[in-house]
């Protein structure tokens, strides 16, 4: 899976608490993304980093946060988790200089918020 | 929202066949179509990818149509096999936004034998 690794890969949490995802990728791309899936809805955008420090906002952001303090790692935060967030979460990287349509998607995490 | 939508959520055909889906897109400023294949349990992955000023471009097995002016998309599978059973999405993406994907629902190809 183009060196991307999800963490975890299957999460149970409980509505309200903290939750944080983790994305971690050995390619050096500069572009990392989140995506949710859920049936009846294809992937979303949720966020994305074009570089160290540097994110923005997707078509599904609200209730979502993200850091990304080093080129290998992008992280998702729920602040504070709903069933609604209840979903199948992928990141995706890419690298635009090379291809800007070729992202590299990670296995998943699964998420259930209870 | 969605700027990108398949046309039928299952398609079944016969392995050997020729396969064709296809998807219907509403943002006329996308620089890029691309087709992704997602098995059971797995990421999407990339198939291929057609610039917004082309018609038409073959890869091994596959080729995509784009038709701007009914703002409609393809992708062709030819011979299909039984591990091209998958959900095949179509998606656009503009250098304005990242080049992050926009999606649309998919369509889950069944290759029975």
């Known amino acids: 899976d183009a060196g991307i690794t999800q963490s975890p890969r299957h999460k149970v949490t409980e509505t309200g608490t903290p939750v944080t995802l983790r994305c971690h990728q050995t390619?050096?791309?500069?572009?990392m993304y989140w995506y949710r899936q859920d049936p009846g809805h294809g992937l979303r955008l949720i966020h994305y980093?074009?570089?160290?420090?540097?994110?923005d906002k997707g078509e599904v952001s609200d209730g979502y946060s993200v850091s990304r303090s080093k080129t290998e790692d992008f992280l998702l935060t729920l602040e504070s988790a709903t069933s609604s967030q209840t979903s199948v979460y992928f990141c995706?990287?890419?690298?635009?200089?090379?291809?800007?349509?070729?992202?590299?998607f990670g296995q998943g995490t699964r998420l259930t918020v209870v | 929202g969605e700027s990108v939508g398949l046309h039928l959520p299952t398609l079944s055909v016969q392995e050997g066949d020729n396969s064709i889906i296809n998807c219907a897109y509403s943002?006329?400023?996308?620089?890029?179509f691309i087709w992704y294949k997602q098995e059971s349990g797995k990421g999407p992955q990339f198939i291929i990818d057609?610039?917004?000023?082309?018609d038409k471009r073959q890869g091994q097995r596959v080729t995509v149509l784009l038709n701007k002016t009914v703002k409609h998309l393809s992708l062709q599978i030819a011979a299909t096999q039984p591990g091209d059973s998958a959900v095949y999405f179509c998606?656009?993406?503009?250098?304005?936004?990242?080049?992050?994907?926009?999606f649309g629902k998919g369509t889950s190809l069944l290759v029975t034998p």
């Open positions: 995706a990287i890419s690298d635009p200089g090379r291809k800007n349509t070729e992202a590299f």
């Open positions: 390619e050096n791309h500069r572009y």
């Open positions: 980093s074009y570089g160290v420090k540097d994110t």
């Open positions: 943002n006329s400023a996308s620089d890029y």
């Open positions: 057609i610039r917004s000023n082309m």
């Open positions: 998606a656009e993406t503009r250098g304005n936004s990242g080049y992050a994907l926009n």
